[in-house]
């Protein structure tokens, strides 16, 4: 497969320490990949679905302990402990390798040890990056076919490189007492142990593509973030790239695959996806900044998407998928909450057991179908408005990023920060109301800066720094920075703005202010636009509710910059000045 001796190396050492039964090396073929489905039904790993109305689709139950990225048991592992900086959890690389060896070793015993090479971005791309997997799951094998770019071919890139990131995972027992999900940046390495489920487990995402990826783009001057990429293509052709970071479950993937309102397609506007998750991003010749999707695949959230709210989403189900945690029905198709409003008879839940539709109650999610983190699978490819641009390695000039999450209150609809610096203060300062995509409280308000809270490999401080320096490379070429809120409620909690496919409303006009062709309001915070500039064409709203969502109120505003500054004291000397200062303006503007 291959003669890298860094490579062969590595994989003599984890061989002594698990000690599997066999070896398989994993090459992206389909006959390899039909061995190991069968495999996996075979080991109860997973259930082949109906293979009429959902051909190459299967289902899988995680551990009802293991439904969720675990925060508190994710380190960075630097030498220095400041490095890590105030986010994350940190342990001395020394101490944490030996504690995970220790807990690894001999756990591959009567299992097979499955190599996976991958390749993070199109093969070959000057902006991709090459891992190796190794695991005992079968699941996270089909998984990583899916998610990355998985063929003997990378072997041929990688040479003998040893600029490729080793990622080990072990289920071992599945223990959420012995559960780390670690990281070495100074090592370009990641071990997990006892998970099997997606962000823990299959390494080339958040471990990789963020936590690495975040730390190494640091150090050779690019960007790796938690950003959808969609181009919004006008009645003229063009097509405009925005990239946008909300917090895990805040509607990546929904805005990525967005179906603009009928008045607008009818127009001509459509929306082409390049990626729903991860951004690598870097200068290019032009100076402009370009980014790639390093997935392969979508690892989205099952509730609510239907054919109404995510159509796309639905349709690249449909083939070649693997539900993770969602209801199985009596047809032997899957369901979850949103879906429809069938509640499907005869199904088995999430946890295996038989699901009673009468003792459902929508407020109470322990009687759901579906767990809330209920996960599809689904390649690429399958995606209706896949853009073209997808699989070119030379990545997309992106003219707008976006900032946004879920606050009840607070952040109008929409506002574009007055510059960069600006921009990257409003990024620093985001939060949101947490979700079910990590274990953990739901519904509390938290500070998430560029939405990289759980996946920024290295000090938070040094990142925000590392924005300002981007900034300063891009000068007059560099995006403009916008934030949005999809999420403002009423006084009886109902969401006031429609969502969806309606957020086009919202896209066109940032692509208008990109192109200097939409005006705004200067307010404390930023521009926000004329209430007339948001086109409500055939949309139930009148002008007074959409200039409730524009409105910045200065009492609640106050209040938001004071949990600015204590959430900025963490950062101690190490927050850059140009920050602080912005947020003296604020407090300026405020009055
Ligand atoms: P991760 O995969 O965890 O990173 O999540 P994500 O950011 O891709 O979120 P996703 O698009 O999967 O949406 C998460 C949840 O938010 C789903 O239940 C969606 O139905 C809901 N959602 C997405 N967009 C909107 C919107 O515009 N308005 C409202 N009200 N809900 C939305
Ligand atoms: C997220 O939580 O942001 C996800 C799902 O995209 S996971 O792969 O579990 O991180
Ligand atoms: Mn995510």
């Known amino acids: 497969m291959t003669k890298n001796p860094t490579v062969l190396k590595w994989l003599e050492e984890m061989k002594a320490l698990l000690t599997p039964d066999n070896v398989v090396w994993v090459d992206g073929t389909d006959e390899q990949r039909e061995e190991l489905r069968r495999l996996a039904c075979e080991l109860g790993e997973l259930e ?33 402990q400041e490095d890590a900086g105030p986010t994350n959890n940190w342990c001395d690389p020394q101490e944490m390798y030996k504690k995970l060896y220790d807990i690894a070793r001999g756990s591959y015993k009567g299992r097979t040890m499955y190599i996976i090479p991958y390749s993070m971005g199109p093969i070959g791309s000057p902006l991709a990056k090459i891992g190796v997997e190794i695991t005992d799951s079968v699941y996270v094998v089909l998984n990583m076919l899916i998610m990355t770019r998985v063929s003997n071919q990378v072997w041929d890139v990688l040479g003998d490189s040893d600029d490729w990131v080793r990622g080990l995972h072990s289920r071992c027992e599945v223990n959420p007492e012995k559960r780390y999900i670690c990281h070495f940046p100074e090592d370009n390495t990641i071990i997990s142990v006892n998970s ?26 690019w960007m790796a973030e938690h950003m959808l990429i969609l181009g919004l293509e006008n009645p003229k052709g063009e097509v405009h790239y925005i990239a ?15 179906i603009p309102p009928e008045y607008l397609r009818k ?3 459509k929306v082409w996806t390049v990626g729903d998750d991860i951004a690598w991003m870097r200068i290019g010749e032009d100076g402009r900044l370009y980014a790639i999707n390093p997935e392969n695949g979508f690892f989205g959230v099952a509730p609510g998407t239907n054919a109404h709210s995510n159509f796309n989403a639905l349709e690249s189900t449909k083939k ?10 009596a047809d032997n198709t899957v369901w979850w909450e949103g879906l429809n409003k069938d509640l499907p008879e005869g199904a088995i839940d999430w946890r295996g057991n038989p699901w009673d ?18 996960r599809f699978t689904a390649p690429a490819e399958n995606c209706p408005c896949i ?3 997808f699989n070119k390695g030379a990545g997309v000039p992106i003219s707008a990023i976006v900032f946004g999450g879920r606050r009840a209150k607070c952040a109008p609809l929409v506002y574009q920060s007055r510059d960069w610096e600006n921009g990257v203060f409003i990024g620093s300062a985001m939060a949101s109301e947490t979700t079910a995509a990590a274990a953990g409280a739901v519904g509390v308000v938290r500070r998430d800066p560029m939405a990289m809270l759980p996946f920024c490999g290295y000090h938070m401080g040094d990142y925000f720094r590392h924005w300002l320096e981007m900034g300063k490379k891009l000068g007059d070429k560099a995006p403009k920075i916008f934030n949005v809120n999809w999420f403002r409620t009423d006084d009886e909690g109902n969401f006031v703005w429609p969502g969806f496919g309606d957020n086009m409303r919202v896209l ?3 692509v208008a202010r990109c192109e200097g062709e939409a005006d705004a309001t200067e307010t404390a915070i930023g521009y926000v636009p004329k209430p007339e500039d948001i086109d409500l064409t055939d949309l139930d709203m009148d002008m007074d509710t959409l200039k409730d969502i524009l409105t910045v109120d200065k009492d609640v505003w106050a209040k938001e910059a004071a949990e600015i500054e204590e959430h900025y004291k963490k950062f101690g000397d190490r927050l850059p000045a140009e920050l602080r200062a912005q947020l003296d303006t604020l407090k300026k503007n405020l009055g």
């Open 320 to 329: 070649n998928t693997i539900f993770t945690n969602v209801a199985h029905c």
């Open 508 to 510: 066109n006009w940032i």
């Open 387 to 389: 853009s073209d641009e």
């Open 357 to 374: 539709p009468a003792k459902f109650n929508k407020a109470d999610k322990s009687t759901c179908a579906a767990h809330p983190n209920s």
């Open 48 to 80: 082949k679905l109906d293979q009429d109305k959902l051909p190459g689709c299967y289902l899988h139950r995680t551990n009802p302990n293991d439904v969720a990225r675990v925060e508190d048991r994710t380190f960075i592992c630097t030498s220095k």
């Open 244 to 258: 946008a970071a909300f917090p895990s479950a805040c509607g990546k993937t929904n805005l990525a695959m967005l």
């Open 267 to 269: 127009k001509g506007y």
């Open 196 to 221: 099997g489920y997606g962000g823990n487990v299959l390494l080339g995402k958040k471990c990789f593509a963020l936590r690495i990826a975040s730390y190494q783009g640091w150090k050779e001057g």
